[in-house]
């Protein structure tokens, strides 16, 4: 069974930087997708970046789109999220997302059926 941690996350000011990590407790296959969702209160959950390991090509929200990255490692069973030139509204609970098949890249977030316990980034001066 897949059991997906996070790390990371915290305070930092508009203009900063911030690296999420994402260890899969378990092997995921190689080519599984691996995401990142957001969500704030009282809205639904939100697609942020998304990949596979091997592939080149990542998968990006237009609101994020030259300003974050996505990356992983497949020995470590890691992903990423490089964050940088953070606006107050990217203020969200970040959470990592595994999608327990040999499939696309997808926005939508009941494809995915494992889930880190989100974690907490707050832009503000």
């Known amino acids: 069974q897949v059991h997906v941690v996070q790390s990371g996350g915290g305070l930092v ?22 995401s990142w969702f957001r969500q704030v209160p ?3 959950r939100e697609f942020v970046a998304g990949m596979r390991w091997g592939d080149s090509r990542a998968s990006y929200a237009d609101n994020v789109k030259g300003r ?5 490692d497949y020995g470590e069973s890691t992903v990423y999220l490089q964050m940088s030139v953070l606006k107050p509204e990217d203020t969200a609970v970040y959470y990592c997302a595994c999608r327990g ?9 009941t494809n995915y059926q494992y889930w880190g316990q989100g974690t907490q980034v707050t832009v503000s001066s």
């Open 13 to 34: 000011q508009p203009g900063g930087s911030l690296k999420l990590s994402c260890t899969t407790s378990g092997r995921t296959g190689y080519t599984w997708p691996m």
């Open 42 to 44: 009282g809205k639904a």
């Open 68 to 72: 974050f990255t996505i990356s992983g």
């Open 101 to 109: 098949a040999q499939a696309p890249v997808t926005t939508v977030a």
